[in-house]
């Protein structure tokens, strides 16, 4: 257990200083990467790119291992379909990364820089998670009862 956690903070880690190194912790550059209409800055798709390609390298070779190696098994989604429940998740979601310019993870990797804005979106995104647990939670284990 303390193997996992430690792993699971050492990528955090290095997912956020990849996020600080490049720059996607600045609202301004998800704002230009968004403003496809005025001065647009491909910087984050280029982020995102560089991502996937590690990814769909990667992904296959480490599922291949039959397990991580220290857990007991992946924790992959099961469910494939599309409903109403994710397509409202996404659309607020794009709401808050255009409004907030900011995601979870580079708001996160931004409250190490004491950004106020960072401050500001996590606040509000904390309540909605705390909000959607209340609302929601309940409902899902009656269902499945």
Do not use: N, Y
């Not at 990849?18 to 609202?27: A, D, E, K």
């Not at 857990?71 to 379909?81: G, H, I, N, V």
């Not at 804005?117 to 209340?134: D, K, P, Q, S, V």
Request: with cysteine; charged share 15%.
């Amino acid at each position: 257990m303390a193997r996992t956690r430690f792993a699971a903070l050492g990528m955090g880690v290095l997912f956020g200083v990849g996020l600080t190194s490049s720059g996607m912790v600045q609202p301004l550059k998800v704002v230009g990467f968004l403003d496809v209409a005025g001065a647009w800055d491909p910087t984050l798709a280029l982020v995102m790119g560089g991502a996937l390609a590690v990814t769909a390298l990667c992904f296959p070779m480490i599922l291949r291992r039959g397990r991580p190696l220290w857990a007991e098994s992946f924790s992959l989604p099961t469910r494939r379909d599309v409903d109403a429940r994710l397509i409202a998740g996404s659309i607020l979601f794009g709401i808050g990364w255009g409004l907030g310019g900011f995601c979870p993870g580079p708001a996160l990797a931004s409250l190490a820089l004491g950004a106020p804005g960072a401050w500001i979106f996590t606040a509000a995104m904390t309540a909605g998670m705390l909000l959607h647990r209340l609302v929601f939670e309940g409902r899902i284990e009656k269902a499945r009862e």
